[in-house]
């Protein structure tokens, strides 16, 4: 009896005892109902005198904030009461809203149902989720005052060139001006917020379009598609692309700059410029005017880390050239990435080696594959299927004899061969040798195992 006693503790207890093994994880993630601030969302403007009493206070002005509590309701969901005051503190709005979003061209969203959340909030990236439940928002102005009642359930972005996108159901939106009045008579199911004269639109049937600030259709009487304009640059020009597929463009406000004759083009590689395609060959043109900054002269392009230089071939050479068309040689290869702070990973005779911006050889052209990893600092590099570290500077640290090696929560390094995991300096040297995880956990658990086996067998035999 004593041994079926200890067989039944045993076997009690060791799922506890499996559960606080030191390589056992376990991931428990809360999940907050209501409103879903990102860290931008949960940014606080201002924390003194009258605004330390709430949960978010967003600046609009000199003069003007927005001000926000939590309040937990009954079955255990966040809803909010927002304000619009002044930096006085006097309150403006002359009712408690639910939620209330940032300003734009005098009018800003706000919301009446409990569990309905300022959806333009979610499109300027505070929240990461959005639920529409109901006909509850509407606009006040910088006054507080209430310019149009809550009537809508979607509201997608802000007030630009005088209106907005709204909606009660998911497939019938449309833009009204401040007064509420629906402008263009036209609905769409998709849509977006004016940018610089032009927004893109979706009808009903699916098909895509742009309309410019009187409505008007844009597409397909001449274009194929035109390039969505960005706010991050004002006065930026915008791109589009003619029926023969042909891309030129336009200044800001849509009047012809460039004709179109490049083949492709790309906004993000080089700050201020962008990429633009001519019969297989590559160069940049201003962000601003148009004009040619880099001759369309290249055979390929790399982006580099920072985006005030590029990376450009031309015959078997790579090129490092800034905005002003300034050219640094790095050297010949096959294939070339950046690897941050003027440092290149370049490909040459199948294999990987280092080289920083003026073509200098930090690591030979020894490594089948280097992988960036842990903040910029260290890269794995691959060697006969074994795994290494070099630093930033390309220097070897760790050799690549490990079947495995990363980083431990604590920030230090291991390698593991063979049945050992090895712990590491950060200059390469062996600090620790034990036994693999998986192997003292599997081990642990035979031996829980054959114990647990040999107990029942005794117990049998006992009877």
């Known amino acids: 009896m004593k041994t079926l006693k200890l067989f039944l503790i045993l076997f009690l207890i060791t799922p506890a005892v499996l559960a606080k093994l030191p390589f056992e994880e376990i991931n428990k993630k809360g999940i907050n109902a209501g409103y879903w601030p990102t860290q931008y969302g949960k940014k606080k403007d201002r924390n003194d005198g009258f605004f330390k009493q709430f949960d978010f206070v967003w600046k609009q002005n000199n003069n003007l904030y927005v001000v926000k509590k939590k309040i937990n309701l009954k079955n ?3 809803s909010l009461n927002s304000w619009l005051v002044d930096a006085r503190g006097k309150y403006l709005t002359k009712k408690t809203y639910t939620d209330i979003g940032d300003f734009s061209e005098g009018m800003t969203e706000v919301s009446i149902g409990t569990m309905d959340f300022c959806s333009s909030c979610y499109y300027s990236g505070r929240y990461s989720l959005m639920v529409f439940l109901s006909n509850t928002r509407g606009f006040i102005n910088e006054k ?6 809550p009537r809508y359930r979607f509201v997608h972005g802000n007030f630009k ?3 907005c996108l709204v909606g009660v159901w998911d497939d019938q939106l449309y833009f009204v001006d401040k007064s509420g009045k629906q402008q263009f008579n036209k609905v769409f199911k998709e849509g977006e917020q004016f940018k ?4 893109g639109v979706t009808f009903r049937n699916k098909v895509k379009n742009f309309i410019d600030k009187n409505g008007e259709v844009l597409i397909p009487n001449k274009y194929l598609y035109i390039q969505p304009f960005s706010e991050d640059y004002l006065g930026m020009i915008r791109a589009y692309k003619t029926l023969d597929k042909k891309v030129g463009f336009w200044t800001s406000d849509c009047k012809d700059l460039v004709s179109p004759e490049f083949d492709s083009f790309n906004y993000a590689m080089l700050n201020g410029n962008i990429l633009v395609e001519k019969n297989g060959k590559f160069g940049f043109i201003d962000m601003f005017t148009g004009q040619e900054t880099i001759p369309n002269s290249y055979s390929q392009y790399r982006s580099d880390k920072d985006r ?5 071939k031309n015959g078997q050479n790579w090129f490092r050239l800034d905005k002003l068309n300034n050219s640094q040689k790095i050297g010949f290869g096959k294939d070339i990435l950046s690897l941050g702070s003027g440092i290149y990973k370049l490909k040459r005779n199948g294999n990987w080696g280092v080289v920083d911006s003026v073509g200098t050889i930090k690591s030979d052209f020894l490594f089948d594959e280097i992988k960036e990893v842990f903040a910029n600092r260290y890269f794995i590099v691959l060697k006969d299927q074994n795994y290494g570290f070099i630093n930033s500077q390309g220097k070897v640290f760790v050799d690549p004899i490990y079947e495995k090696v990363g980083f431990l929560g604590d920030g230090s390094i291991f390698g593991q061969k063979g049945l ?4 590491l300096s950060h200059e390469g040297k062996i600090l620790d040798k034990s036994l693999k995880p998986e192997i003292m956990k599997n081990g642990f658990l035979g031996l829980i195992i054959t114990l647990m086996l040999g107990l029942t067998i005794y117990v049998f035999k006992a009877k």
């Open 196 to 199: 610089g004269g032009i927004a």
């Open 308 to 312: 005030n230089f590029v990376i450009l």
């Open 76 to 78: 255990g969901d966040t």
């Open 420 to 423: 050992y995991q090895f712990s």
């Open 161 to 163: 060139n005088g209106v």
């Open 144 to 149: 507080g005052e209430e310019v149009i009642s």
